[in-house]
């Protein structure tokens, strides 16, 4: 069994020679920091770094003060320098609040201008820190986070881009793809839920009052934030593109305000929720854990067709975009304009009849329609590994069996008219008129 440290070690100088020798790489990379690589500039990364007024090698350790960064980046754009720290932490390591300000201490004693870590940590964006420090203590530094399987995911996805240069670039960036995949590399997805998560879905069900500032539901908003992330990772290596995971510009902003608002929703409405943009879809897939009811769904909404009539040639319209679907568990929701009940069906009653959405209230056929796959966990919600393995089955399911068969409804483009038919219409005006007749003239 190697030692975690020795893991880290190789697998922090397998990321940084794939900085220095793969340019694709190592641009996708600090574009995700906000810097940008021009042609002209040059890029440095070293690893094991000692500084020359160190009064002596500081050793690697758990904890303590010996610690010293993995590495350094050194990017010279010809205009200005920019620099940053880079500690690794691999397996269930991760950088303490404390390790965290010493090397912030030293980057700003260097003028260094970042701080990034690497561990199994997973962040909605760099610039949203997994540890926490006070403003006063990171002025001055910039901090930035990168998963490890954020990086095997981007590696992933330059190469089935077929964006990297030249073979010898891709066969580098194949080799770092395999180290990472490795089990024993030590790059980890994100396996469970928090310790509360059971106590927490327990109290939901026994319909105990929550407090948004609880460590339970705090602790379960900052795992979920973390699985949001590593769910988006999934689905861009299952489809060969970048996933986004889609935030409002107010929580991009303030990782605090998302968590906050993120639990309020919780103690709520006692769901979890987010939204991926899955390139070229018809929509968004919307993801939620109802934790009242321990299932899990996913969403697509998409416009009806508006040259089909009925609510039956609606549905048809829908259906022979799903023929070859697995119905179990998929579900259709009509939605129509007003306050009246929004009808639905599942895609199994669907195809017998199709006239199961029609309302027999109002003859307005759907305005959109609500695809949606619905999974109850039942007592297996409760369980911190299984939910989180069941939800990594559910949505990648769901987008296999839906999402890449739906395709959004386009309005047909206009016919030409013929000159007869224009004119019975009375669709030529009179300047127009006096100008065929001039023109015959």
């Known amino acids: 069994m190697v030692a975690d440290t020795s893991r880290e070690e190789r697998a922090v100088s397998v990321v940084l020679a ?57 990017l010279d754009t010809t205009r200005q320098e920019w620099t940053a720290l880079l500690e690794g932490k691999i397996g269930n390591d991760v950088v303490s609040e404390d390790q965290l300000k010493r090397y912030v201490a030293d ?58 240069g030249s073979a010898d670039q891709r066969f580098l960036l194949e080799e770092v793809v395999r180290y990472l995949r490795h089990d024993t590399s030590g790059v980890t997805g994100f396996r469970s839920m928090n310790p509360e998560w059971k106590d927490l ?23 979920w934030h973390q699985e949001q992330r590593d769910l988006g990772l999934i689905l861009s290596r299952k489809v060969g593109r970048s996933v986004r995971l889609k935030l409002p510009r107010e929580h991009r902003k303030n990782a605090d305000k998302r968590l906050e608002d993120d639990a309020d929703v919780l103690v709520r409405e006692h769901r979890l929720t987010c939204t991926f943009d899955v390139p070229d879809a018809a929509s968004d897939i919307e993801v939620a854990a109802d934790i009242a009811r321990r299932s899990i769904f996913a969403t697509m909404r998409l416009d009806a067709p508006r040259d089909k009539k009925s609510t039956k040639a609606r549905v048809n319209w829908l259906l022979r975009q799903l023929k070859d679907a697995e119905a179990d568990g998929i579900q259709v929701r009509a939605l129509r ?4 009940q929004h009808l ?28 949606f796959y619905s999974l109850d966990l039942a007592g297996k919600f409760t369980g911190n590994r299984v939910f989180i393995d069941r939800l990594e089955e559910a949505v990648p399911h769901f987008y296999e069996q839906v999402g890449q068969r739906l395709r959004a409804w386009v309005a047909p483009p206009p016919q030409i008219q013929s000159r007869d038919t224009a004119e019975a219409d009375g669709e030529f005006g009179d300047d127009e008129q006096a100008g065929r007749s001039w023109a015959g003239d």
């Open 107 to 164: 980057a700003k004693a260097r003028g260094v201008n970042a701080v990034i870590t690497i561990t199994n940590q997973f962040v909605a964006r760099p610039d949203h820190h997994p540890v926490k420090l006070s403003k006063r203590d990171a002025k001055g530094v910039e901090l930035y986070h990168w998963s490890w399987m954020y990086l095997l995911t981007e590696a992933t996805l330059l190469l089935e881009e077929e964006a990297v």
């Open 201 to 223: 879905v327990t109290q939901v069900r026994d319909r105990v009052t929550l407090s948004k500032n609880a460590e339970e539901v705090r602790n379960t908003v900052s795992a």
């Open 18 to 74: 794939a900085f220095r020798g793969v340019e694709a790489f190592r641009e996708a990379a600090l574009r995700s920091l906000g810097q940008r690589v021009g042609k002209r500039a040059r890029f440095t990364a070293l690893t094991e770094i000692v500084f020359e007024d160190d009064s002596h090698p500081r050793k690697k350790g758990k904890g303590g003060g010996n610690d010293r960064p993995d590495g350094l980046l050194v």
């Open 337 to 340: 304009r007003g306050r009246g």
């Open 344 to 371: 639905k069906a599942s895609l199994a009653e669907l195809r017998e009849d199709p006239r199961h959405l029609e309302d027999p209230e109002r003859s307005s056929p759907p305005s959109a329609f609500e695809v």
